[in-house]
């Protein structure tokens, strides 16, 4: 079997709204990260194959569409949790049925609901992100794998593991089911 990785970085906010410390490890009850926040994430992906294709896994430009996907989609915006209960007090405006399902698991708002709004609205809101999930480590390294795998598995790349780095010292790694 031959494995190979590729990495990509982008700049992201978050929440963590579900949040909870035992004392005794945590040694303080400080909840910061349910506080709007943000970091220099990296994404880490392995994929695998068991017979080389043109003596490669698969050719690294393979993942161009997944930098393509990061670049136009999560650098710079803030991901959040739909069912965050500060979801309506951060994003009042429009109803959630005006968001827009991205079958790559995300919600965001169209051109057509903001085309008559200020510039100030529509920068706020094109800076958001919401899933379903509360935007942790763990969730977002499950949900990188979820995509690239999908993506990959037609042209016969198997993704062993997708981790997560949410900074330099952390990270979160999912291997699927």
């Excluded at 136009?72 to 500060?86: M, R």
């Amino acid at each position: 079997m031959w494995k190979i990785s590729k990495e990509f970085d982008f700049c992201y906010g978050h929440r963590v709204w579900s949040q909870k410390l035992n004392k005794e490890y945590s040694l303080d009850d400080c909840l910061v990260c349910r506080h709007l926040h943000g970091h220099q994430g990296k994404i880490q992906i392995e994929a695998s194959a068991q017979s080389l294709n043109n003596s490669m896994v698969t050719d690294f430009k393979h993942f161009n569409w997944f930098k393509d996907f990061i670049d136009n989609w999560l650098d710079h915006k803030f991901l959040i949790d739909k069912g965050d209960p500060l979801f309506p007090i951060l994003l009042p405006k429009f109803a959630f049925n005006e968001w827009i399902f991205d079958e790559r698991g995300f919600y965001y708002l169209g051109e057509k609901t903001l085309q008559k709004e200020s510039s100030e609205i529509v920068e706020l809101y094109e800076g958001f992100i919401a899933v379903d999930f509360v935007p942790t480590s763990e969730n977002l390294s499950r949900w990188f794998y979820q995509i690239v795998q999908k993506k990959m598995e037609p042209i016969g790349v198997q993704i062993e593991q997708v981790s997560f780095l949410e900074t330099p010292k952390t990270k979160a790694i999912y291997t699927g089911e």
